[in-house]
């Protein structure tokens, strides 16, 4: 018994054809873009300050916007209400997460902005301009003597606060990053 | 206990008598459950046998007397059932977060029924229009690519059994005192589904890597714009963006249309809603990973980026809340599960673990996913406590409580049973069993 010359070669051919669409080929229907076409949903915040945007905001121009948009969950003067206390000068004691506070736990004053200006007002995200984020970032860090009173925060200097808890995590799987 | 619960094991597999106790308090063992019933049922009755005299004649129920309903095109489960459902937190949509628990101690198997899978959502369920729904990867790539639903579609699909948990599932147990509280409520932030979708290292082959990348930020289309870094190494390794749950689309709590599935590890990473995927150096330290999931420790420092979900179990029945009525047979049952793999053994004790019996795994085991256990218990009526202990094919043990709290502390007072004081707990449940049959949790 032997086979045909031409249906080896045949056989030869679909197997490595086959092969091949397996192993490489994807359907390549994703829509090229820009990054100006994203620019309008890119609002990740990096903690060295990249992608913070133009723009600034001082503690007093914040105070106003704080007590029209945020006091009603969060407390007059961000002491606290329905929502969390975002000025307490409380000490991290125990191990209960209810001692979180931004200024004795969060690392990076980059994540303040970053999180009101992606979640907040929790009725109405992405409602803010970036001098309102950049001016309730410095409210509340000034609130919390992160900052001084008069301060302006920007790209420029807000990566630049230091946040008292910054060196103490401890990365949990390092062989997973 | 392991090495003295194997030898009990090989005792047995020398070929004695293959129903005796392999641990105290009427731990059976486990082979009695493969095609042993008859034997079984011989052997290890309670000993009364049933009257036949007092019995009534059978008779007809009513619904084999009419013809039944219509058949619908989406059925639902009988209205008996009713009962079976998640316990909310948040049921009025107040402006906070929303959890649904999974009924654990009402459910078998290994797959979690789509109403039934737990979810948190941080800012209510968006309503999605799937047509307009559109996934974007840019950042340190080579060519930025969108993605719709359909396009999605069209790539090579792979189906993944797989469980997902919330960081602060269990969180209840950080309590100096076990909390009376369901297995429902202890442990309910955890299911298990088969999620079938697109490798994300397929989309990431089309757009190109930039070899600065390190991280990427994955973002949702929900009100919070919820987001969280990943490595890019786990996103070559098993990540997938779903867009099937247990066969049918994401339910809408899930993440539908579509969502970030990163096997084993912590729920919320597991982006829902997913619609952008930025490539970066380093990662965005967002409020979910610098503040809500690092963990205080007893020394005042702090994890960062725990991710796995470390292996676990716990026993679903008997549980917190159920009776038994009357000594007799009974079946243990559980679920055990590792972000690290296969789970590899678990291990039964009914007297607080002073001794061990190995359980039964149901096929199929797979990684990173629930796999039931199950051990057959002949109760004598006395007091006992039920525990479960895990082992993964990584070679990662289950903690006794006592080993956990040593190293992560505990609360000074009991939490509020819906609060997430701590997170990552995953060591041994004990359920007590009291003379009259209630079943309590218990700290042992």
Redesign the interface.
Known sequence: MFTPRPILVATALLLATTATVSLAE??????????AA?AN????????G?GLPRGSGTPAQGAPIFAEKCSA?HGDNAKGG??AALVDDRK?A???????TIKN????A??VF??IR??MP??A??SLSDDEVYALTAYILAENKLIDANDTMNAETLPKVKMPNRD??????PD?? | MNKSADRIASKHDAGKQALEAVAGNGLIDRRALLGRGVLLAGAMGTGIAPSAASAEPLTDGPWSLEIGEATPPYQLRSKFEAKVVRTLSNPDN???NSHARTPHHLLEGITTPNGLHFTIN??GIPAIDPEQHRL???GLVK?????SLE?LS???QVSRVTFLECGGNSAPM?SPEPMQETVQALHGLVSCAEWTGVKLS??L???GIDPKA?WL?A?GAD?????RSV?V??ALDDAMIALYQNGERLMPGNGYPMRLLLPGYEGNMNVKFL??I?L?E??????YE???Y?????D?????????QEVKSFITSPSHGMALKGPGLFEVSGIAYSGAGRIEKVMVSADGGKSWGQAALQEPVLSKAFTRFRMPWRWDGGPATLQSRAWDEAGNVQPTRAEFVAV?????KP?PVL?????HYNSITSWGVGTSGEVKHVYA
């Open positions: 994807t359907p390549h229907l994703g829509k090229p873009l820009d990054e994203i949903w890119d609002i990740s915040i990096l903690p060295d990249t969950c329905v929502a991290l125990g191990i209960s997460a209810s001692q979180k736990f969060w690392p990076y980059t994540t970053d999180f992606r979640a929790f009725t995200p992405r103490n995590f401890i990365i949990r799987f997973r990053i | 107040e402006p906070r941080h800012g974007v990867i840019h060519q930025p690519l969108e993605f396009t069209r790539y090579p950080f397929t989309l082959e089309e757009t390190k930020v973002e009100s919070p714009h919820l987001s490595p190494k786990k619609r952008r930025k970066i380093q990662p965005a330290m967002t409020m610098s503040r809500t690092s963990q205080i420790l007893p005042g420092k702090a994890y960062r980026f725990y991710f796995l992560r502390g505990e609360l000074t939490p609060a997430f004081p701590n997170q």
